[in-house]
């Protein structure tokens, strides 16, 4: 593809002096059918076409580099996020420790997410491919890593977002880094010390019909429109600056103050508002700090039903509840909500209300010990921190769990952190996100109420439920898996992330050489991880493929570091089953 590059530049130097600047020459000599005006003009024409030519080299020299920077890091990357996965596990006493975890594991994220863009922005210029996200989300990571830093401990973030989830369109990876430059230049502006204020709001006034005695008749659900915006506002209390600077900063490739700096985070910031269809202004005075508006265009109807989403882009939340078995008229649906916030509790008192169920609401895990008693419920929404109480939110849900809840969801506005997440896996709860998605309520009726309605919706919401697909291994003892990888810190953190991945057989080799003469029994593996670069073999990747689809195995599924397109352009990838994003999957059950 270098080959080929050079080659194009090389026909269009072929061009630029064989058909316009050699014959400019002799024109400009007879001075004939040109006036000197006219030659000089073509003249710096082809200075400026010269000079892009430069630049085109320099851009495929750096995208080389950058395609090959990203590739390698994905290997080191693989390793760390096994390593961190197995530090989870640690316990320790440091009340910091946990911090240090989230801060590790979210800047591993971030550059996985650098060397995905980078990788996709080589193959042609073609960008990441643009999905569905939660603005609040990528909102929350920037501000958490702050927040969990010491050397930012002076720094007070305020959060001023609005009640509902909102979603954009575009590249979350990018959009954060934007975010991040804006944050990054306040916190060194006011030395470290001050307050930094992210805004979310709408550029229209938002408003819901009322009844007669004026209080809201719908939910504040998430409602978009075809030209509505999101404004996203962070402001400092940093020195601020006068116009004229205000004007320099925002035209990007100027910086004041900074011995390092080059002006080039506000270029970024521009393009990345501009990718999004949105713009970037701001405002300041000295003495009185800095505030930059983000405004972009929320996503049309069509997007929102047929776009790809993020896994932060939660189209709905669900919330399962049923009742007792007995037959008590009084007996209706009710949920358990504890929070420690009064406005939350009456935002969901006012939720499920509407929805036809019936709220009863807590305040702390002591006041859930108080009101619950013999209570037959069967459904809570928990928030994780209180600031009423020694406990948290995992103290409720276990204490719960004891008095025979079946359905118990974390709702958070920590959902994005890491050892949140690990907090859900472990208790085998869901997390709902704060500010709140759309909630559906999914009624059930218990066995034996034949008097009942099988199933009840509300809304878009069906009681009805998928049949479940566990999928269990050909050998009946788990899952048995063949991994060919020439990169030793790959196959070690195979080794480390077994048991997570549920693999009760784990075989791998440096390539297929080693393979061949270990006499594997084939017939026995359910799936098989390879590499498509493998230093020092003989085998192709497309005769790996062949060679292991022949033998039986049920799934044979490449591995790399690549981008999924470079890796389309192999024959292989057509007789493979599947393309691993990463070196080493998060779920090998999906691929099954």
């Not at 082809?46 to 920077?69: F, M, P, Y």
């Not at 939110?393 to 506005?413: E, F, H, N």
Request: with cysteine.
């Amino acid at each position: 593809m270098v080959i080929s590059g050079f080659a194009l530049l090389w026909r269009i130097r072929f061009v630029i002096y064989n058909d316009l600047y050699f014959p400019l020459l002799s024109l400009y000599d007879v001075k004939t059918k040109f006036s000197i005006s006219e030659l000089e003009e073509l003249q710096q024409h082809i200075l400026t076409l010269q000079d892009n030519e430069k630049k085109l080299a320099i851009n495929a020299s750096l995208g080389k580099i950058a395609t090959q920077v990203a590739h390698d890091i994905r290997g080191p990357l693989s390793s760390m996020d096994v390593a961190l996965s197995g530090l989870v596990k640690v316990k320790s006493q440091d009340p910091n420790y946990l911090n240090y975890l989230n801060i590790l594991e979210l800047a591993s994220k971030r550059l996985q997410g650098t060397a995905d863009g980078l990788l996709k922005k080589r193959e042609e210029g073609e960008e990441k491919e643009a999905v569905l996200f939660s603005l609040h989300y990528i909102l929350d990571e920037l501000v958490g890593e702050y927040q969990t830093q010491e050397q930012y401990r002076k720094i007070l973030f305020k959060k001023e977002y609005l009640s509902q989830s909102i979603q954009l369109h575009g590249d979350p990876t990018k959009l954060q880094r934007a975010f991040g430059n804006i944050v990054k230049n306040a916190v060194e502006a006011m030395k470290g010390e001050g307050t930094i204020t992210v805004r979310t709001r709408f550029n229209e006034k938002k408003s819901f019909p009322q009844d007669v005695s004026g209080n809201p008749m719908r939910s504040p659900i998430t409602s978009f429109g075809d030209d509505r915006r999101v404004v996203i506002s962070l402001t400092d209390t940093g020195p601020g600056m006068g116009s004229a600077t205000l004007s320099k900063v925002l035209k990007g490739g100027y910086t004041e103050g900074k011995a390092d700096g080059h002006g080039i985070g506000m270029q970024v910031v521009r393009e990345v508002a501009n990718d999004f269809g949105g713009e970037i202004t701001a405002e300041s005075q000295l003495g009185q700090g800095t505030t930059f508006h983000f405004k972009l265009p929320l996503p049309s109807k069509d997007l929102i039903t047929t776009a790809i989403r993020d896994e932060s882009a939660l189209e709905k939340f669900e919330i399962k509840i049923e009742r007792d078995s007995s037959d008590s008229p009084q007996n209706d649906f009710r949920i358990l909500v504890v929070d420690d916030d009064p406005s939350m509790r009456a935002l969901w008192k006012m939720l499920l209300e509407e929805q036809g169920v019936t709220p009863i609401v807590c305040e702390s895990y002591e006041d859930v010990e108080r009101k619950l008693g013999d209570e037959q419920i069967t459904t809570a929404v928990v928030d994780y921190h209180y600031d009423n109480s020694v406990h948290n939110g995992a103290d409720v849900i276990r204490y719960l769990k004891t008095k025979g809840l079946k359905y118990l969801y974390l709702c958070t506005a920590e959902y994005w952190k890491p050892e949140v997440k690990r907090l859900a896996e472990e208790l085998e709860i869901k997390i709902c996100p704060k500010p709140l998605p759309k909630i559906t309520i999914c009624h059930r009726e218990p066995e034996g109420r034949g008097d009942l309605p099988k199933a009840l919706s509300v809304g878009d919401c069906f009681v009805a439920e998928a049949p479940r697909n566990d999928k269990q291994s050909t050998n009946g003892k788990g899952l048995s898996v063949l991994v060919i990888d020439d990169d030793p810190g790959i196959r070690l953190s195979w080794k480390v992330r077994k048991e997570m991945l549920k693999i009760s057989e784990l075989t791998s080799y440096p390539n297929m050489e080693a393979c061949t003469s270990n006499g594997v029994v084939y017939s026995e593996i359910d799936i098989a991880f390879v590499d498509k670069n493998v230093e020092g073999s003989v085998w192709t990747l497309e005769k790996t493929v062949q060679y292991l689809k022949a033998q039986g195995i049920p799934k044979v599924i490449i591995a790399t570091g690549e981008s999924a397109k470079e890796i389309s352009d192999d024959p292989a990838s057509h007789l493979a089953d599947g393309i691993a994003k990463e070196k080493i999957p998060k779920n090998i059950e999906e691929l099954l």
